[in-house]
């Protein structure tokens, strides 16, 4: 069974930082790209960032850039999310997700495997 599972969520106040991990089993996703997309309440899915299955490129969503890192370590098939400077208005649930494709993409819709999310709060 493919499972992607999240960690790293919690309460934190603004301006701090949390590290979001995602671990992979079932197969292996070394050669996929892997994203992070949010979902706050009321708000549709949205996207965060996104690494290539090399690692070699990234990309963000304008409301992270400078704040928020991917990386992956694909010994550990494992991906993360460095978030710094964080805002009340990052306050979502978290999505790790698996494309199968190398290539990045930011739709929803290109992606594959879905992880159950971890919450991320941030109290002004």
């Known amino acids: 069974q493919v499972q992607l599972v999240e960690s790293g969520g919690g309460l934190v106040q603004a301006g701090g930082s949390l590290r979001l991990s995602c671990a992979a089993s079932g197969r292996t996703f070394r050669s996929s790209a892997m994203g992070w997309f949010r979902q706050a309440p009321g708000k549709e899915r949205e996207f965060v960032a996104v690494?290539?299955?090399?690692?070699?490129?990234?990309y963000y969503a304008d409301s992270v850039k400078g704040r928020f890192t991917i990386s992956r370590d694909n010994a550990k098939d494992a991906v993360y999310l460095q978030m710094n400077d964080l805002k009340p208005e990052d306050t979502a649930v978290y999505y790790c997700?698996?494309?199968?494709?190398?290539?990045?993409?930011?739709?929803?819709?290109?992606?594959?495997?879905w992880g159950q999310g971890t919450q991320v709060t941030v109290s002004s």
């Open positions: 997700a698996a494309d199968i494709s190398p290539t990045i993409a930011i739709m929803t819709s290109s992606y594959d495997y």
């Open positions: 690494i290539s299955g090399s690692g070699g490129t990234t």
